[in-house]
T-cell receptor
């Protein structure tokens, strides 16, 4: 069945470091792909999305490119800030309006 | 403002007691979902509903029940049959049709068994 696999955390980075969080997916057809962010004690918020191959989603300095050949949607940011500390979830949407989420990657950015 | 409202934020349940978590959305979304999140874990789908008066079981429906009598409401009941209900519960909604439709989440409800 459809699934999402993302790199395990926790990830700890110094402020202004480069961030990569890997995400790969398994799905039939052409799912839409998403990154969500969750701050402590809150719900998930959409960070960015891509709906077809080679699309690049971007928001708040974060980027991810839909790579169908490698079934990947890695999240990147060139310079992280303390305020980026959160849990990041990769997700896919398949036909039938069903969403599948990865297990989440915890990021801590230290000053 | 449009959004998803979950209540209560914190709830305590005694052993053998049923409790109901409320979820209301004013986004005019057709589809609604309930997820469970355990500390340090990902999201697991409990139930989902694509239209009013219809819903389907997700991956971990045992011990839970839902209803969808109105488009804007999707309450979740945690029954006494759920043996380990302590968790963070997230309600979500989305529109139908367009492949890029986003799923939106409420702020969550913490349920603790005492």
């Amino acid at each position: 069945g459809d699934s999402v696999t993302q790199m395990e955390g926790p990830v700890t980075l110094s402020e202004e470091a480069f961030l990569t969080i890997n995400c790969t997916y398994t799905a039939t057809g052409y799912p839409s792909l998403f990154w969500y962010v969750q701050y402590p004690g809150e719900g998930l918020q959409l960070l960015l999305k891509a709906t077809k191959a080679d699309d690049k989603g971007s928001n708040k300095g974060f980027e991810a490119t839909y790579r169908k050949e490698t079934t990947s949607f890695h999240l990147e940011k060139g310079s992280v800030q303390v305020s980026d500390s959160a849990v990041y979830f990769c997700a896919l949407r398949r036909d039938g309006n069903q969403f599948y989420f990865g297990t989440g990657t915890s990021l801590t950015v230290i000053p | 403002d449009g959004g998803i409202t979950q209540s209560p934020k914190y709830l305590f349940r005694k052993e053998g007691q049923n409790v109901t978590l409320s979820c209301e959305q004013n986004l005019n979304h057709d589809a609604m979902y309930w997820y469970r999140q355990d500390p340090g874990q990902g999201l697991r789908l409990i139930y989902y509903s694509q239209i009013v008066n219809d819903f389907q079981k997700g991956d971990i429906a045992e011990g839970y029940s839902v209803s969808r009598e109105k488009k804007e409401s999707f309450p979740l009941t945690v029954t006494s049959a759920q043996k380990n209900p302590t968790a963070f519960y997230l309600c979500a909604s989305s529109t139908q049709g367009y492949s890029g439709n986003t799923i939106y989440f409420g702020e969550g409800s913490w349920l603790t068994v005492v």
